[in-house]
């Protein structure tokens, strides 16, 4: 343990693809389980998982994984809502990674590529960064930033206490894995042009 926990943002409607992508299955595994896995795996601090409507779908699909699923009951409102619901469960953490439940290719040596940068450079914000392109996961310290958090608003997520904080910030250099995420028709046909099996899930 690390004194670093996870926080995975999994409370969106796929209103654009009409059915819930986070239980789509990518070689037989979903969307959701992949995303959550490297935060497991990299074994940092407790993994929580922020979701919505389908809260209880997505608690079923992990299943088995060492999370704690929360259920935001303000969703509708926006990311923010979901950042400010994970706050509770952050108690006693020096730092958090927040990632988004639909990007399912981030690997455990980026997490553990970012927690080593935040550890020798002092800097509070550590972002992945790909063709001058902001990603996820961001890590981000809990305590200088604990107060904003808890008053975001709207559907901008961390992206205020960011651009709020820029000299706080580090990027590292990361693949598009970071910048890929699921949310329309032709994310999918991209995964099958790159010799994934897709295939819907529970809805």
């Given at each position: 343990?690390t004194g670093i926990?996870?926080?995975?943002?999994?409370?969106?409607?796929?209103?654009?693809?009409?059915?819930?992508?986070?239980?789509?299955?990518?070689?037989?595994?979903?969307?959701?389980?992949?995303?959550?896995?490297?935060?497991?795996?990299?074994?940092?601090?407790?993994?929580?998982?922020?979701?919505?409507?389908?809260?209880?779908?997505?608690?079923?699909?992990?299943?088995?994984?060492?999370?704690?699923?929360?259920?935001?009951?303000?969703?509708?409102?926006?990311?923010?809502?979901?950042?400010?619901?994970?706050?509770?469960?952050?108690?006693?953490?020096?730092?958090?990674?927040?990632?988004?439940?639909?990007?399912?290719?981030?690997?455990k040596k980026l997490?553990?590529?970012?927690?080593?940068?935040?550890?020798?450079?002092?800097?509070?914000?550590?972002?992945?960064?790909?063709?001058g392109k902001k990603?996820?996961?961001?890590?981000?310290?809990?305590?200088?930033?604990?107060?904003?958090?808890?008053?975001?608003?709207?559907?901008?997520?961390?992206?205020?206490?960011?651009?709020?904080?820029?000299?706080?910030?580090?990027?590292?250099?990361?693949?598009?894995?970071?910048?890929?995420?699921?949310?329309?028709?032709?994310?999918?046909?991209?995964?099958?042009?790159?010799?994934?099996?897709?295939?819907?899930?529970?809805?």
């Amino acid at each position: 343990m690390t004194g670093i926990c996870s926080v995975i943002l999994a409370a969106g409607s796929s209103r654009r693809l009409g059915f819930n992508k986070l239980t789509l299955k990518i070689d037989s595994e979903t969307v959701i389980r992949r995303s959550v896995f490297p935060f497991l795996e990299a074994d940092l601090g407790s993994v929580v998982v922020v979701a919505g409507p389908s809260a209880s779908l997505i608690a079923q699909e992990l299943d088995g994984l060492n999370t704690t699923v929360v259920y935001n009951e303000n969703h509708a409102s926006g990311m923010s809502s979901s950042v400010k619901a994970a706050l509770p469960w952050l108690r006693g953490a020096k730092a958090v990674f927040f990632h988004l439940g639909d990007k399912p290719f981030v690997k455990k040596k980026l997490l553990e590529d970012m927690v080593e940068a935040y550890r020798t450079t002092g800097k509070n914000i550590v972002i992945p960064v790909c063709k001058g392109k902001k990603g996820h996961p961001v890590l981000i310290s809990v305590a200088p930033y604990l107060d904003e958090m808890r008053g975001l608003d709207g559907d901008r997520g961390l992206r205020e206490v960011i651009e709020k904080h820029k000299e706080d910030v580090l990027c590292i250099e990361a693949d598009e894995d970071v910048l890929f995420d699921i949310d329309t028709a032709d994310d999918i046909r991209s995964l099958k042009q790159r010799g994934y099996k897709v295939e819907k899930g529970k809805s």
